[in-house]
């Protein structure tokens, strides 16, 4: 019988960890980055091939697949694992982000969020106690905590309420995780500290979360429009608020550079679009920085994106060639640079693994900031 749920540090290095969680489906290796698979899908790429570029979890996401194809239906298919064929750990998110972000004719009240899908107007009701079920149908490996995430720009007396009211949510969900029965035997449940960009707040929410008690904390409410700056800037304090010997998940992270300066401050897990969107768009990341590939700069180039890139796209494919297939928006051309993407940001995390486990992660930052910003 293997573990639930085990995260050793091996390594630090200043502020910066890595180390691993042990979980039943597979161990994650940190710091992670997870690919997002909305809708059961990590776009572009079939499960296998995300395997093969390093990731050890990916995201699915509760709002979209309670939507389509339904969280029930998903369960009497034998789960999200088996329905998508990625037998490594899963992390759902809650849903509350998207439904804020996404969804018609939203009513936020204490109880919880009701809501019109923004696919065919149905309406729905996202509680704390129904994302856990969610979650639960969908065979999560790691559950999140049901929340609500305010812009960052909102007076602090509303920042301050949303907080308290995630916070007696997160309560809500840790009780309705435990009551799940077998499943809540098998997965993690994860609390998120909110509070914006204020160090008080999310102290607070750090204290409240910490007395319920999770298995893991994500930093939640970044990466909402404050910019790089200011989320450096709260990143000085919030992962030092939450228990060291726990990961931390700051959610919705980001470009390499950010990657890079989030795990500088202690951070163990990301997830983002931002490789798989960018990859359908044009854009690959390298070690010296985003390229975008609609540029005629690349028409005749016969360089592969990255002649520091160990995946079968830059083993096997030019410049010249990737820029056809985008110019022409052929398939291909998503699921070519999709996988350099997600590939590129795998090998970012190991060899921020191996920096910090052999101590010169400053020396390694001060490098890929000078190649990659330029
Ligand atoms: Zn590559």
Not at 257 to 275: I, K, Q, S, T
Not at 315 to 326: D, K, P, Q, V
Request: aromatic share 8%; glycine share 10%; hydrophobic share 40%.
């Amino acid at each position: 019988m293997s573990e639930r749920f085990a995260f050793t540090i091996d390594a630090t290095d200043g502020a910066a960890r890595t180390g691993s969680i042990a979980m039943r489906r597979g161990t994650i290796r940190t710091p992670a980055f997870m690919p997002v698979g909305t809708a059961a899908t990590v776009k572009a790429m079939k499960p296998e091939t995300v395997r093969k570029t390093g990731a050890d979890i990916i995201l699915g996401n509760t709002y979209h697949l309670m939507l389509r194809p339904g969280a029930e239906r998903v369960a009497r298919l034998g789960g999200l694992h088996q329905f998508m064929n990625w037998d490594r750990p899963i992390l759902t998110d809650s849903g509350g982000y998207q439904v804020m972000s996404l969804s018609d004719l939203r009513k936020l009240t204490e109880k919880g969020v009701e809501f019109r899908s923004h696919i065919d107007g149905s309406k729905h009701m996202l509680t704390p106690e129904r994302s856990m079920e969610i979650q639960r149908l969908l065979g999560s490996d790691i559950v999140m905590a049901f929340d609500e995430c305010p812009r960052a720009d909102r007076p602090r007396d509303e920042i301050a309420a949303s907080m308290e009211m995630s916070m007696r949510w997160a309560k809500r969900s840790r009780d309705g995780f435990d009551g799940g029965g077998d499943h809540a035997e098998r997965s993690a449940l994860f609390g998120i500290q909110q509070g914006a960009l204020d160090e008080d707040l999310r102290q607070i929410s750090a204290e409240k979360l910490t007395e319920i008690g999770f298995d893991g904390y994500a930093i939640g409410g970044l990466a909402v429009g404050e910019g790089q700056e200011a989320m450096f800037a709260t990143l000085d304090f919030a992962p030092r608020q939450l228990p060291q010997d726990r990961p931390r998940y700051l959610m919705g992270v980001g470009k390499p550079d950010d990657l890079v300066g989030a795990v500088e401050r202690g951070v163990d897990m990301f997830d983002c679009v931002l490789p798989s969107r960018s990859g359908r768009n044009g854009q690959a990341f390298t070690w010296n920085g985003p390229i975008n590939l609609r540029n005629a700069r690349f028409a005749e180039d016969q360089e592969p994106l990255d002649s520091r890139c160990a995946c079968d796209t830059c083993g096997t494919y030019t410049r010249a060639y990737l820029h056809h297939l985008i110019k022409s928006q052929e398939i291909l051309g998503a699921m070519l640079m999709t996988e350099h993407n997600i590939a590129f940001y795998q090998q970012l995390m190991q060899t921020m693994r191996d920096a910090i486990a052999e101590g010169r992660f400053a020396a390694f930052a001060a490098q890929f900031r000078s190649e990659y910003l330029g």
